[in-house]
């Protein structure tokens, strides 16, 4: 069973790029890797789905290794309103387990 | 346009009072989902809905049991809440393997 890791924090300032890295080593053929962002009181919020090599949408990019055991979300040029935490999840699909990460909380600072 | 709904945002009850929490969706999503999430802790998985078939978490207390009884809603059933079940409840749906489109949780108070 896939468990997944990830720094508990991290801390940036405005305009700079940020890589969050999971670590997922017993990751399933058939798993995505998935991230999320999170406000305080809110719910998570999808950013970026993955299941091989990169992926980039208009607000981030998904690089996964060959081996799949690790992905690494990077947000480029973070501005104050990406303080937030965001999580790694392997989503097995096909009606079979969510590994959630515990979370990065991330500071991006003036 | 709201598309995943849970009422109440929040809700107070008492030690050992039976609690509902609703969740309803416009994204005809053939998944739903509950989660527990204390404060400063990562969403934990209840139980989630495909379709009808309901999938149990191993770890969930039987003190939490769900009711689905059509595609647009989910019902969180606490039967005697304690002083531990006090969290924010978020309700997902999703298809499967996709992303899931998240509530905006509904913060239980237990008294």
């Not at chain 1, 305009?15 to 995505?32: K, L, M, R």
């Not at chain 1, 081996?67 to 699909?93: E, F, H, I, N, Q």
Request: proline share 6%; glycine share 6%.
């Amino acid at each position: 069973l896939a468990k997944t890791t990830q720094p508990i924090s991290m801390d940036s300032y405005e305009g700079q790029e940020v890589n969050i890295t999971c670590s997922h080593n017993n990751i399933a053929t058939n798993d995505y890797i998935t991230w999320y962002q999170q406000f305080p009181s809110q719910g998570p919020r999808f950013i970026i789905q993955g299941y091989k090599t990169k992926v980039t949408n208009e607000v981030a990019s998904l690089f996964i290794p060959a081996d799949r055991k690790s992905s690494t979300l990077s947000l480029p040029r973070v501005s104050l309103s990406d303080t937030a935490v965001y999580y790694c999840l392997v989503d097995a699909g096909n009606n079979r387990k969510l590994i959630w990460g515990l979370g990065t909380s991330l500071a991006v600072n003036p | 346009d709201a598309m995943v709904i849970q009422n109440p945002r929040y809700q107070v009850t008492q030690f050992g009072k039976p609690v509902t929490l609703s969740c309803s969706q416009t994204l005809n999503h053939n998944v739903m989902y509950w989660y527990q999430q204390k404060s400063s802790q990562a969403p934990k998985l209840l139980f989630h809905y495909y379709d009808k078939d309901f999938n149990n978490e191993a770890d969930t207390p039987d003190n939490f049991q769900s009711r689905r009884p059509n595609t647009s809603f989910c019902f969180l059933d606490i039967r005697s809440p304690g002083l531990g079940d006090a969290a924010m409840y978020l309700c997902a749906t999703g298809t499967s393997g996709y992303e899931q489109y998240f509530g905006p949780g509904t913060r239980l108070t237990v008294t």
